[in-house]
């Protein structure tokens, strides 16, 4: 009877959402009240697969040329999703609501698994809040992918089985290629660890090809609902190619890769603060909240330093709430938390003339706020990583 009771929730959710994206008036008119721009038809992100999917199969390379979806362009996924969404039979609307809502149920039925972890009010009230949040409202309307990655980051950390830990995680890392930033939640078992993340490079290796067709197609997003290194050069680009200053075309890829250099030593300078290389006592057992905040956290950091990323891919840092809300230490909990609250909102900032400097101090409070995050996550990293792992040079 308890576990009819926890499958409610999730399923009358899911369901309504459902029932929304069978008309598209009432879609948009919905989605409209809660300040997200809706597009049709529903579920664009993943929709756009499928339209990937019709070019595929009329010869095109969809790396290159995509004329079947005209609104996203060219392809920018690994393969594995259209050989999925070929053996499904995704094209058929049917089958393509069915993998809707069962996506759809997974992920609320993911998000009450954290809302009931713990008896921590405060933990209750993150996830909630976060719920109610722009960006989770964006990734259930668009249904982007990073909603799947999500699911099967969360399955790899809370199963107890080893191979299915691997499983998921490696069915997350072709899906995506970033969630190999999370792969620190396996540090318990070296042995695992290391044979998974030789798995990973062997993955990258033969994926190499798309990959390198992925970054020509990749969008650096400068806006204020993004983050990373990636996104604050772009909008430099674009503000000095607006006001005419000395960040152009020919230079402009000199203005990333320093950015990534210096945010990549700051990384490991606030991560050096805590972790030592000395002789040390390691901690025999981790705890799920300290893999949670690894794999959410390393999944924000990695993304943070390489690449620009949509606030959609905030919802990773729900997996590190349960470590942050036993923070001892309540300045940084609660300076965290206020971060991460005005960051899943960032959506509520966006609009006006992008070059005003209006525009540029609210971007400029909001990529301050993720700046923050990055900083504590990188100190907690650190405390984390050196109670249960040792670097032996010897």
Not at 78 to 100: A, G, P, Q, V
Not at 192 to 219: A, G
Not at 364 to 372: C, D, Q, R, V
């Amino acid at each position: 009877m308890h576990k009819v009771k926890l499958l409610l929730v999730p399923l009358l959710l899911t369901t309504f959402v459902l029932y929304l994206s069978f008309h598209n008036e009432l879609w948009v008119d919905f989605w409209h009240v809660l300040n997200i721009p809706a597009v049709t038809p529903p579920f664009s992100d993943l929709d756009s697969i499928t339209q990937s999917l019709l070019s595929k199969n009329q010869g095109y390379n969809v790396y290159l040329n995509n004329p079947f979806d005209s609104v996203h362009g060219l392809y920018n996924y690994t393969s594995i999703w259209l050989l999925i969404f070929d053996f499904l039979n995704l094209e058929n609307i049917f089958y393509f609501r069915i993998f809707n809502f069962f996506i759809i149920l997974i992920y609320f039925l993911i998000l009450q698994d954290l809302l009931n972890k713990e008896k921590s009010r405060l933990l209750k009230i993150l996830i909630l809040i976060f719920f109610f949040s722009t960006s989770n409202f964006l990734i259930i309307e668009r249904l982007n992918i990073e909603i799947i990655i999500f699911s099967l980051v969360y399955l790899a950390i809370v199963c107890k089985n080893d191979l299915l830990k691997v499983f998921f995680f490696l069915l997350a890392l072709i899906g995506k290629i970033f969630p190999i930033f999370s792969i620190f939640f396996l540090i318990n078992n070296k042995k695992n660890f290391l044979l998974t993340l030789f798995l990973s490079f062997l993955c990258l290796f033969f994926l190499k090809d798309e990959l390198y067709l992925m970054m020509s197609n990749y969008i650096e997003y400068a806006r204020i609902f993004a983050y990373g290194t990636a996104s604050m050069s772009k909008a430099i680009y674009y503000y000095s190619r607006e006001y005419n200053l000395f960040i152009n075309d020919d230079n402009y890829l000199y203005l990333k890769s320093t950015l990534i250099f210096l945010f990549s030593i700051y990384a490991i300078f606030i991560f050096m603060l805590n972790y030592k290389f000395s002789e040390k006592q390691i901690k025999d057992q981790i705890t799920i909240d300290e893999t949670m905040f690894l794999s959410g956290g390393g999944i924000y950091l990695g993304t943070y330093i390489f690449s620009a990323n949509l606030d959609l891919r905030l919802v990773f840092l729900l997996l590190t709430f349960p470590l942050v809300a036993k923070f001892k230490n309540i300045s940084i909990k609660y300076i965290y938390i206020f971060s991460c609250i005005v960051s899943f909102n960032s959506f509520i900032f966006e609009g006006g003339n992008p070059y005003t400097l209006y525009y540029f101090v609210k971007a400029g409070f909001i990529y301050s706020l993720k700046f923050i995050i990055f900083t504590i996550i990188c100190f907690y990293f650190g405390k984390i990583l050196n109670n249960h792992f040792k670097i032996d040079f010897r």
